[in-house]
T-cell receptor, first 116, second 114 residues
């Protein structure tokens, strides 16, 4: 199993450009999450999803949109990038359909985004 | 909203020493998780705690879920150079609308002097 994978690994954007970050998991997890990590602030939840076709706002959702069209994929979109969105973005998933701890989240390797 | 206070913010210790870090919250948590993040990587789960008072070990790592449900600590015994990284605590509160949202501490940066 590859676990949680993220693409791209690194991206530079100009202010106002748009992009989509892709997260994929092969663990048959029901729940998926997008976080951003900034120095000294830990991980902050942007959006999350409890199942295919459902999404919800997290702690810092402004400026981002998400979609969960397939159970294994969770997309994070930036419609008009701003320098304040320079960060490292992590995707995570949890809660296997076969049962188990819902709370245990598994993380991808991250996407480093620089907005100029 | 719920917040976690993680301390210390950073540590610089001698190889072979024991390390201790902790997280406290003003709210009650039902689950405590400890993650480690290596440079350039995503967080990796070290230990999960599900019951107040629970003490769990994973090799040289030991973590405890505080009796009050408002704190947790992580101990690393006999530190080695590969222990370098950032350690995060995370907690899940009692009331969840749905999903399993975690609250993360700001992290403890561990540096080991070889």
């Amino acid at each position: 199993n590859a676990g949680v994978t993220q693409t791209p690994k690194f991206r530079v954007l100009k202010t106002g450009q748009s992009m989509t970050l892709l997260c994929a998991q092969d663990m048959n997890h029901e729940y998926m999450y997008w976080y951003r990590q900034d120095p000294g602030m830990g991980l902050r939840l942007i959006h999350y999803s409890v199942g295919e076709g459902t999404t919800a706002k997290g702690e810092v959702p402004d400026g981002y949109n998400v979609s969960r069209l397939k159970k294994q994929n969770f997309l994070l979109g930036l419609e008009s990038a701003a320098p304040s969105q320079t960060s490292v973005y992590f995707c995570a998933s949890s809660y296997p359909s076969s049962g188990g701890a819902k709370e245990t989240q598994y993380f991808g390797p991250g996407t480093r985004l620089l907005v100029l | 909203g719920q917040q976690l206070n993680q301390s210390p913010q950073s540590m610089f210790i001698q190889e072979g020493e024991d390390v201790s870090m902790n997280c406290t919250s003003s709210s009650i948590f039902n689950t405590w998780l400890w993650y480690k993040q290596d440079p350039g990587e995503g967080p990796v789960l070290l230990i999960a705690l599900y019951k107040a008072g629970e003490l769990t070990s994973n090799g040289r790592l030991t973590a405890q879920f505080g009796i009050t449900r408002k704190d947790s600590f992580l101990n690393i015994s006999a530190s080695i150079p590969s222990d370098v990284g950032i350690y995060f605590c995370a907690g899940q509160g009692r009331r969840m609308e749905y999903g399993n949202k975690l609250v993360f501490g700001a992290g403890t940066i561990l540096r080991v002097k070889s």
